[in-house]
Structure formats: structure tokens, C-alpha cells
């Protein structure tokens, strides 16, 4: 059987030392065979795209990469964003997302989805069937979206920045003006401004106005969006903070030296409607008000060992911490942390339910919820234990996504609550799910199949 070429595209996230020059390698598994482990030379910088191209027999249709590095040269853990195969003969690529640490010698496997000609937006109310959200076919090829108390921002493939008002099948999208090609895009929590990240820049947008540059900080790689804030990261381990509509940031600063900045932060979320941010820093957890000053939440032992991951309810504050442990915070304002229990394993996934204090987690291939300092109790997913790859709370449902692209919800938290099926987009190819603080959600779903809606 003769060889054929194989492009295989490698995109590091924007968590801040995401990058690697540890060596890495990769092996492509399809329904004909699979490649030799193969070595991805050079170094991966954060928030780069780099493409190689290989001849490997022909693998058929793709199923997942094997990828993994060696844990050589200095910090070698490696933030993956996604992997892109492109079978160079029939044209056909298959997305393999990650966005996940890759911080030892393991082997992670990576379920792949072939790409279709672009995505459609559909959302679901109350109702288990989904709707098409561009029914004019505005936008093409949507690559992300998010969505705000009333609206919804998309992104395309091309960087192009949409807007509509959220639960519309009628009108079209607008497309936002004035702003470069976007790299990924943030909604705001309890306020309805979109912001975006182009080169490094920060621009932002309300449904009816055209995008504004907001200055003042560079080289920024997240957002975090809260109550009418927006706090940002730069790839230096700075926060910066504006009020939504303002156009230039103002600087994070220690509360206890307010001509220091706040430093060396690696992760930064918001909490639902309250206005303040929080952040890590080494080991140390802050939490940043609207003096734009940054205070520790607690001076104690009493806290997560190597925090690595923040999610802020309405009032309570969550972290995942290396080990898989879930810890707990009351408000902004210093106290010790609770290390919550309950769960079978390591959480390897953590998010706060939209306008609540309550956490969920993924714990050995299932959900669970918890809230304040009580255990972990099961979402009751059965059958679909083992099979999801992405979990979205909204405000009274959770949404997941299986690993055949299935869309299912259930009212939630409870014990006893049963999970639905979502119907109504072509083949159940969703790529990603997205929630607003009502009962409604949003899902990119491939386009060139006809809605059976």
C-alpha cells in the first residue's frame, strides 16, 4: 500500500509557561493502522502554531492520537491546545482538542472529530430539541462562541467577530468592526460586552457598537469577565483590570505594597456578579478588588499545596489544586481553605455553576457537584460515565459532550436527576457547548449536513 502525506498541525495554549522544549512525540491511529511514534522536533512556544508534514501508510478514516514528551529540558510540562491531522490526498482533516497539561511522561490519547466545510451555532432552551441559530448562514466555519446575560459572540476560523442577541433563530449575525483578526474571544458575566484577544491585544465590543482597542496592556494570553469587570493576563505574569466599556486597563497592584504589581500569576478567574477577581501566584491564592488591589486570601497552611486551576461561584471560591484535590473559600476576604471530599479519584476538570455557589468536577470519567465545604456528590451520569470530554453548567442545567459528539443535559445539581439527549443538530457533531445564566445553551455543530429541524 503506498504512503501517503500527512500534515500534522500542533497549537499550544495561552495558559501562561505553556510551553515546552521538552521532546515530543505523537502517533496517528486510524481504522487502517497506525503510524510509528513519531518526534515532533523543535520547541513549542506559547500560543504558537507550528506544522509538520509526514509519510505514513494510509491510516483510513483518523480516530485519536497518542502524544506525549519526554519531561526533558527546563519545566518541561506543556500546556496542549489541540492537534490537527490533514490527510494530504482527500483533503480531509480531523481536530483533535486537548487543552489540557501534559506535566509528566504519560501518554495522553486525544479522541479526534473529522472537520466538516465550518460549524453552526444551535442553542437549546428548555426544550431537549435544538434550534439553528444562524438560519441565514451569516456566519461560516464558527471555530468558538460565547455568550454574555443576552448575547452571544462567535468566531470563525478566519478571525472574523460576530454578535447577535442570544435565543434569535431569526435575525442574522452582526459582524464587529474595527478589530484585527481575532485570536479567541471572552464573554463578559453579568454584563453583555464581548471582549477578544488579537496579537496580544485586548479589544471589546457591546451587541450594537462597533470593537474598541482597549489599551494600556500587552502581550496578554486570557480574560477573566465578572460583574461589569474584566481582569486580563499578560504572558509576564501581570493582571490588569477595566470596568466594561472603559478603554484603558489599570494595573493590579499588592494590597500590601501598592507601588508593587501583582506577580509571577499564572491562572485568573472572576466571581458571578460580584465584581472581584481572584488569581494564583506560585503558590499563593489573591483576590483582586475594584482599588485594583490584590490581597492573600489566607496566610495560613490551610490551603491547596500547588494550586492550578480557579473557578469563583457567586460567593465562594474553588480551586484544583496538582494533586486532584478540590478546595474551598468563603468570599473575598482572608481564611483558611477547605479541602472538599467525596469524589472516587483525582478531579481533573473543575467549573462553578452560573450564578451559585455550587462547584462540579470531573472525577474518574463523571461528573460530580459539591457547595461550600460539603463532599462531592454524583451527578448521577451512568451510562455516560467514561464517555465525556467537556462539561458546561448554566445556571439550572448541566450540559456534556461525549466522545460521539452527543449533546446531553439534565437539571441539576441533583441526585436523582436523569439525563436527556439533545436532538435537533446534523449527525450530534458538536465541538462545544456554552451557557448563559438562564436555562439556555449554545453549541457549535457541523454545517453541511441539513438540520432535520
Known amino acids: ?203 471589546g465590543a457591546a451587541a450594537n457598537t462597533d470593537g474598541f482597542e482597549v489599551s494600556d496592556a500587552s502581550g496578554v494570553i486570557s480574560l477573566a469577565t465578572t460583574g461589569g469587570r474584566t481582569f486580563a493576563l499578560d504572558s509576564q505574569g501581570h493582571v490588569y483590570r477595566i470596568l466594561d466599556g472603559e478603554k484603558a486597563f489599570h494595573q493590579v497592584m499588592l494590597g500590601t505594597d501598592p507601588t508593587t504589581p501583582l506577580s509571577d500569576v499564572t491562572a485568573i478567574d472572576g466571581n458571578q456578579g460580584g465584581g472581584y477577581g481572584w488569581a494564583i501566584a506560585g503558590t499563593d491564592i489573591y483576590f483582586m478588588l475594584d482599588n485594583n488591589l490584590a490581597y492573600l486570601s489566607t496566610t495560613t497552611e490551610k490551603k491547596p499545596s500547588n494550586p492550578v486551576f480557579l473557578s469563583i461561584g457567586a460567593s465562594w471560591a474553588y480551586v484544583l489544586d496538582e494533586d486532584g484535590s478540590v478546595w474551598s473559600h468563603y468570599a473575598a476576604a482572608p481564611g483558611d481553605w477547605t479541602r472538599l471530599v467525596g469524589l472516587p479519584g483525582k478531579a481533573t476538570f473543575l467549573t462553578s455553576q452560573l450564578g451559585t455557589d455550587y462547584v462540579w468536577a470531573m472525577s474518574e470519567g463523571a461528573p460530580y457537584w459539591a457547595y461550600y465545604t460539603n463532599g462531592f456528590a454524583s451527578a448521577n451520569a451512568g451510562s455516560l460515565a467514561g464517555s465525556i470530554t467537556q462539561l458546561w453548567v448554566g445556571a439550572n442545567y448541566a450540559y456534556v459532550r461525549t466522545k460521539a459528539g452527543q449533546w446531553w443535559r439534565s437539571n441539576q445539581p441533583s441526585t436523582t436527576a436523569q439525563w436527556g439527549q439533545i436532538t435537533g443538530t446534523p449527525r450530534n457533531t458538536v465541538h462545544k457547548i456554552a451557557t448563559n445564566w438562564g436555562n439556555f445553551a449554545w453549541a457549535i455543530a457541523d454545517r453541511d449536513i441539513a438540520d432535520p429541524a
Open 1 to 203: 500500500m503506498a504512503d501517503k502525506r500527512y500534515t500534522i498541525t500542533v497549537i499550544t495554549g495561552t495558559r501562561r509557561f505553556a510551553d515546552t522544549r521538552a521532546k515530543v512525540y505523537i502517533t496517528v491511529n486510524g481504522t487502517l493502522g497506525s503510524s510509528p511514534e513519531t518526534q515532533l522536533e523543535g520547541e513549542f512556544g506559547l500560543g504558537s502554531t507550528r506544522e509538520f508534514t509526514f509519510e505514513f501508510p494510509d491510516l483510513g478514516s483518523l480516530k485519536t492520537v497518542d502524544v506525549r514528551q519526554d519531561d526533558s529540558g527546563t519545566a518541561p510540562a506543556w500546556f496542549l491546545g489541540k492537534i490537527l491531522v490533514k490527510d494530504n490526498t482527500t483533503n480531509a482533516t480531523w481536530v483533535f482538542p486537548a487543552d489540557e497539561w501534559l506535566s509528566d511522561t504519560a501518554t495522553h490519547t486525544l479522541v479526534g472529530e473529522l472537520m466538516q466545510s465550518g460549524g453552526t451555532i444551535y442553542y437549546s432552551a428548555d426544550q431537549i430539541h435544538a434550534l439553528n441559530s444562524d438560519p441565514t448562514g451569516t456566519v461560516t466555519d464558527v471555530s468558538d462562541v460565547v455568550v454574555t446575560t443576552s448575547y452571544v459572540y462567535a468566531l470563525t476560523l478566519s478571525g472574523a467577530w460576530f454578535v447577535k442577541a442570544g435565543a434569535d433563530a431569526v435575525n442574522p449575525y452582526r459582524q464587529i468592526s474595527g478589530v484585527p483578526k481575532v485570536d479567541s474571544v471572552w464573554g463578559g458575566t453579568a454584563s453583555d460586552y464581548g471582549y477578544a484577544i488579537s496579537g496580544g491585544k485586548v479589544y
